[in-house]
C-alpha cells in the first residue's frame, strides 16, 4: 500500500517541476487561415473530374465517329451467288440421300463467310446451337461405329446429322443476307 502512495508523490514531484504555461504550438491566426484555406486534394480532384470528363468526350466521339460512319468503312464480303459456279465435290461413300445432303450443307458452309461483321444475339445463339448438336451427334455416330451398331441405327444418325447441318446451313445464309444488307 505504501508503494502506491509513494508513486503518486513521484508524479505529483515530477508535475511540479515542469516549466509554468510554455509557448502555444499554434497561434489563433494559424487557425483561421487553414480554415479558410481548400482542403489540400481539391486540386488533384479537379484535374481527375477535367480528365474523366475528356476522356468521356472522346470516346463518345470515338462511338458516333463508328456508329454513323465517319471513318473509312471495311469491304464486305460479296455474298454467295443463289447458283453455285460448280458444282458440289462428288459424293464419296454409300451415296445415300442423307451423305449428298450432307456433302452439299458442308460445301455450302464453306463457301459463307466465316464470322459476320455484326451479329445478332438470336441467330448466333441459333448458330451455336446447332453446331453443338452437330458435334453430338458426330460423337455418337463415332460411338456407334465403334461399337458396331445396327446399320438403322446408323442411318438414322446420318440423317439427323444431315438435317441439322441443312439448318445450320439456312440459318447461316440468312444472317449473311442479313449483314449485306445493313
Given at each position: ?42 486540386a488533384r ?9 475528356a ?26 451467288a443463289v ?8 459424293v464419296?461413300g454409300?451415296g445415300?440421300?442423307?451423305?449428298r ?5 458442308r460445301?455450302?458452309l ?5 464470322e ?25 455416330l463415332?460411338?456407334e ?6 446399320a438403322a441405327r ?14 445450320l446451313?439456312?440459318?447461316?445464309y440468312a ?5 449485306a444488307?445493313?
Open positions: 500500500m505504501h508503494t502506491e502512495l509513494e508513486q503518486k508523490q513521484a508524479l505529483a514531484r515530477l508535475l511540479q517541476r515542469l516549466p509554468d504555461g510554455g509557448a502555444s504550438p499554434y497561434d489563433f491566426s494559424v487557425f483561421q487561415r487553414r480554415a479558410h484555406a481548400p482542403p489540400a486534394g481539391t480532384l479537379a484535374g481527375a473530374r477535367t480528365l474523366a470528363a476522356i468521356v468526350v472522346a470516346v463518345a466521339v470515338l462511338a458516333a465517329s463508328i456508329r454513323f460512319g465517319a471513318g473509312p468503312r471495311p469491304a464486305r464480303a460479296p455474298l454467295p447458283a453455285a459456279e460448280r458444282e458440289p465435290p462428288a464419296v454409300d445415300s440421300p442423307a451423305e445432303a450432307n456433302v452439299t450443307a460445301y455450302w464453306e463457301r459463307l463467310p466465316q459476320p461483321e455484326l451479329v445478332r444475339v438470336g441467330t448466333r445463339a441459333a448458330v451455336e446451337t446447332l453446331e453443338d448438336h452437330i458435334a453430338q451427334v458426330d460423337d455418337l463415332t460411338t461405329r465403334a461399337g458396331s451398331a445396327p446408323l442411318q438414322v444418325l446420318q440423317q439427323e446429322r444431315a438435317q441439322l447441318v441443312n439448318s446451313v439456312q440459318v447461316r444472317e449473311t443476307l442479313a449483314d444488307s445493313r
